[in-house]
């Protein structure tokens, strides 16, 4: 079971310490064998010792130059990070990334062996229009990617679920991801308003390896309970 807390623009470097002392004590208190990967805002990279994977929420596909703003392979090297988030929902729909950029960015991480959490999800106009239509929209974001890469996982976050409280069916969920292991073998998560008291029923279905929790993942907390859950799954 998978596991993965994404922070977003959200704690500070010292917020994120607090927090990854306690995951990661309650991890090693509890013999936690689920995957557990969070993902800071890049000013709080660092090195928190064993425990959860530090994962990267974005980076350019760059070693290091001229690209203001942007963070690169070099920067992730110093705090060892081997994991990145790829094609979230906010970076394709409020950041403007096209489905080419990403495509290379998955060819350029996946060429150093990094391990890809690799998000898809529709909007709701393309949900009403029912899973035929939501399947073929999926597939345009998933042209130029290796879906058999050894170190890929797939979240589906249907961009309506995120952030919103709303959490599709299990019908849904359960069919959307059996669609999805036709695709791939590759473990696949669920995101979107997944909270303590939803996680269990979630990741009870087939086909559903896991779990990419934005807002309910800020509490050490309630991220631990997850944690739990998943161990108990
Ligand atoms: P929420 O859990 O806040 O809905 O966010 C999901 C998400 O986007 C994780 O990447």
Redesign the pocket.
């Given at each position: 079971m998978i596991v993965a807390a994404?922070f977003k623009t959200n704690k500070t470097r010292a917020q994120t310490r607090d927090y990854m002392d306690e995951v990661n004590e309650y991890i090693r208190a509890e013999n936690v064998e689920a995957h557990v990967i969070v993902f800071p805002p890049a000013t709080a990279y660092d090195n928190y010792g064993q425990g959860a994977i530090q994962g990267a929420q974005n980076a350019y596909a760059v070693e290091n130059g001229a690209f203001t703003g942007e963070i690169g392979l070099d920067q992730l090297k110093e705090f060892g990070i081997k994991t990145i988030l790829i094609g979230?929902?906010e970076r394709r729909h409020i950041l403007g990334e096209s489905q080419e950029e990403i495509a290379f960015k998955f060819a350029y991480f996946q060429s150093l062996g990094y391990e890809i959490v690799y998000?898809i999800g529709e909007q709701l106009e393309t949900r009403k229009l029912g899973e035929a239509a939501l399947m073929q929209y999926i597939e345009t974001q998933l042209v130029g990617i290796d879906m058999e890469y050894e170190k890929l996982i797939i979240a589906y976050?249907p961009v309506w679920?995120?952030?919103t409280g709303l959490v599709p069916s299990n019908e849904d969920i359960f069919s959307i991801h059996k669609a999805l292991r036709a695709k791939t073998s590759r473990p696949l998560l669920y995101?979107?308003?997944?909270k303590v008291n939803n996680m269990r029923e979630i990741v009870d279905l087939d086909n559903v390896d896991g779990v990419?929790?934005?807002?309910?993942s800020l509490y050490a907390q309630s991220f631990c309970e997850m944690i739990k859950i998943a161990e108990e799954a």
């Open positions: 994404n979230h929902s998000c976050e679920a995120i952030g995101g979107g308003s997944v990419l929790v934005g807002g309910a």
